[in-house]
């Protein structure tokens, strides 16, 4: 892994039951490699003496996110229940920040779209970031191709240098091509993608 100054955070995507369970509603393949991934990732941060911080999927149970209520996923993660858990094996060292809890998408640790409204709220990353004064996050966690992604291209908009170490992710691929795209956008937009 690269060398970073002493500024850095880790930042880990929504490592939950729903998406790294086999059982969950919305399972990303590969997710238990990723849970190890990440969990070196959360060592080493401690190691170097680096902030961790959590996001969450926090849904209601009711949300235009849900295909039941015109969205395009699955019932997941909802709040309070076992699918918006952390995996049970996700080392878990750092403040959580919840997102989606009021019906908004909250692909992005960083800011959540009201559905009904049509605008960007902010989630408090942001925030505890400024207070910690870091300047630059590696982003890990689930899913590549949604949340990852989005709090990865949040970050270099909000000025952050940005890493996503691919080890420590995978891709839902609704479309079996969805991860390479992903890439590509991270790296257009400067982000390190190693």
């Not at 949340?147 to 839902?172: M, Q, S």
Request: proline share 6%; glycine share 10%; with cysteine.
């Amino acid at each position: 892994m690269n060398q970073h100054p002493p500024e850095t955070a880790l930042v880990v995507v929504d490592v939950q039951n729903d998406f790294a369970d086999p059982e969950g509603s919305l399972y990303v393949k590969g997710a238990g490699k990723v849970v190890e991934a990440v969990n070196r990732r959360v060592e080493r941060a401690r190691g170097e003496g680096w902030p961790v911080f959590y996001t969450q999927d926090w849904h209601p149970e009711t949300t235009p996110h849900f295909a039941k209520d015109g969205g395009i996923w699955p019932v997941h993660c909802v709040g309070g229940s076992r699918g918006a858990d952390f995996h049970p094996d996700l080392v878990v060292e750092g403040v959580s920040v919840k997102k989606g809890g009021a019906g908004e998408d909250g692909y992005s640790g960083f800011t959540m779209r009201d559905l009904v409204e049509g605008e960007d709220r902010p989630t408090a990353l942001h925030s505890l970031l400024q207070e910690r004064n870091i300047a630059r996050v590696v982003v890990v966690g689930l899913a590549l191709d949604y949340c990852v992604k989005d709090t990865a291209l949040d970050a270099v908009r909000l000025g952050y240098e940005v890493e996503v170490p691919l080890d420590a992710t995978a891709a839902v691929n609704l479309s079996p091509d969805d991860g390479d795209k992903s890439i590509a956008a991270l790296q257009a937009a400067g982000v390190s993608v190693s």
